[in-house]
């Protein structure tokens, strides 16, 4: 079976994108807290101990679910024809992850560090 390399590159495109930002960032990790690059909530920023913590964990999450992700689409990409319904389906999908990567950082973060009162 022949695979569009553009097709398939469109369906792994977010699996892909994410990686290499994760990758990015675990290579030149953020040193102290700002507002531009890493992982940046409310509570992330609230001390450095937890923007330190927030970078590993969210990288360490990353990578363990948009790999994951990337090995079912390869398999779906070798298995069956990926028609264009399924491509788009596919995007959102890679989106998923993201939102499962917050939501277990700040829950962590949350266990580690609670928030500080003034």
Not at 21 to 26: F, S
Not at 40 to 48: G, P
Not at 101 to 108: I, M, N
Request: aromatic share 16%; net charge positive.
């Amino acid at each position: 079976m022949k695979i569009d390399f553009l097709l398939a590159f469109s369906f792994l495109s977010v699996e892909l994108s994410f990686l290499f930002v994760a990758l990015l960032m675990l290579l030149f990790p953020q040193k102290s807290i700002n507002s531009l690059a890493g992982y940046r909530t409310e509570r992330s920023m609230q001390n450095q101990q937890a923007w330190d913590f927030a970078q590993r964990y969210s990288i360490m999450l990353i990578f363990k679910y948009y790999l994951s992700m990337l090995a079912c689409k390869i398999l779906l990409l070798c298995l069956f024809n990926v028609p264009v319904p399924i491509l788009v389906f596919g995007i959102f999908t890679g989106l998923i992850p993201m939102g499962l990567v917050f939501w277990k950082t700040e829950k962590a973060l949350y266990q580690r560090f609670p928030k500080e009162k003034p």
